[in-house]
């Protein structure tokens, strides 16, 4: 089976008040981490590719290890500007970047190719 490729962002592991903020449906912080992360790897195989277009933790470094640990795929970190505790942990992501440019095979294109920005 071909790898997937799976573009993501804004998962705030470890940010209790993004809950009320976003109004999402957690009971609790550690409610939103476990659920995230089962949704993630439900979906997400380990050959599988993800675009975090950032935003991945606010949680502490150690705290953030973890949770990247538990995760399926090669990922991919487009940086947001809450990545202190991600960035503490680099040898997790398949690369790390600002802003990325990716082509991906899509025969309805003249040239066969759709070019996708990446950024937060």
């Not at 380990?46 to 990247?68: A, C, I, M, N």
Request: aromatic letters at 10%; a negative charge; hydrophobic letters at 35%.
């Amino acid at each position: 089976m071909k790898p997937n490729i799976f573009f993501t962002a804004d998962h705030h592991f470890g940010h209790e008040n993004i809950i009320k903020f976003s109004e999402r449906p957690f009971e609790s912080l550690e409610h939103m981490n476990e659920e995230l992360i089962k949704r993630w790897n439900d979906k997400i195989g380990k050959d599988d590719t993800v675009y975090h277009l950032g935003d991945v933790s606010l949680g502490k470094p150690d705290f953030t290890k973890e949770v990247l640990d538990r995760l399926n795929g090669s990922i991919h970190l487009i940086k947001g500007n809450h990545e202190g505790a991600a960035l503490a942990y680099p040898k997790r992501f398949a690369s790390i970047r600002d802003y990325h440019e990716l082509r991906i095979d899509e025969p309805e294109n003249s040239n066969g190719k759709q070019k996708i920005i990446l950024f937060h």
